[in-house]
Every structure is written in structure tokens, then in C-alpha cells.
């Protein structure tokens, strides 16, 4: 079992930047894959970024592509999300979430065994 914490969230001008960090408890962190969601009041969770066990592959949401950038140290048991020219749209709460198993990054919010407890990005136009 994997505990996830997030930290970083905030408010922000529209165009500026954020770095979300997600520390797992735990001893085998290199062995999940790990995802980064967001979600607004009414909607469904949505995909943002993910990253592969090695940290080698990753991938993204059209809507974010080129503007953010996520990393692991499993070193240090951590996953991050730099977020660069961030947008109003952009706002919502954001969950790291960790998959033990599977060896490819994943979309899908269901595939996902453990969930952080969410930090809040507001980004003001």
C-alpha cells in the first residue's frame, strides 16, 4: 500500500507557474506507475499527465501539452508537476494518483489503486 500526498497548489496569475509535488510513503514506489488529475465542481476527473515506472515515458492531455512537464525521483519517492503559462481553465483541484502493475502509463482514473487527497490550483485571469 502507497500513501500520496500532494503540495504546491495555489493562486496564480494567468501565465504564470506552479509546481505540484506528490511524496508516496512506502519502500517499492518505482514499481507504480503515477498520474496526475484534476476535476472542477460537476465534472468528471480528468486526465493530465502520467509517467512510467522508470520515468522514460510519459504522457499528456492535448490541453496541457507543451505547457507542463512531469518528472519522478523514486529516489526520493516523488512525482512532479511543473506548470508553466498556466491558463484560467486551468483551475481545479489536482489529484496524484499511483497504479501498481501495469507498466505503461494510464488514462483512465479506474485503473488507478491509490489517490492522493487533492491540492487546489485557481488561476486568475
Known amino acids: 500500500q502507497v500513501q500520496l500526498v500532494e503540495s504546491g497548489g495555489g493562486l496564480v496569475q494567468a501565465g504564470g507557474s506552479l509546481r505540484l509535488s506528490c511524496a508516496a510513503s512506502?519502500?517499492?514506489?518505482?514499481?507504480?506507475?503515477m498520474g496526475w488529475f484534476r476535476q472542477v465542481p460537476g465534472k468528471e476527473r480528468e486526465f493530465v499527465s502520467g509517467?512510467?515506472?522508470?520515468?522514460?515515458?510519459?504522457d499528456y492531455a492535448e490541453s496541457v501539452k507543451g505547457r507542463f512537464t512531469i518528472s519522478r525521483d523514486n529516489a526520493k519517492n516523488t512525482t512532479s508537476l511543473q506548470m508553466n503559462s498556466l491558463k484560467p481553465e486551468d483551475t481545479a483541484v489536482y489529484y496524484c494518483?499511483?497504479?501498481?502493475?501495469?507498466?505503461?502509463?494510464?488514462?483512465?482514473?479506474?485503473?488507478?489503486?491509490?489517490w492522493g487527497q487533492g491540492t487546489q490550483v485557481t488561476v486568475s485571469s
Open positions: 509517467i512510467d515506472r522508470s520515468g522514460d515515458s510519459t
Open positions: 512506502g519502500r517499492i514506489f518505482s514499481r507504480y506507475v
Open positions: 494518483a499511483a497504479n501498481f502493475g501495469n507498466t505503461m502509463v494510464l488514462r483512465t482514473p479506474n485503473r488507478y489503486d491509490y
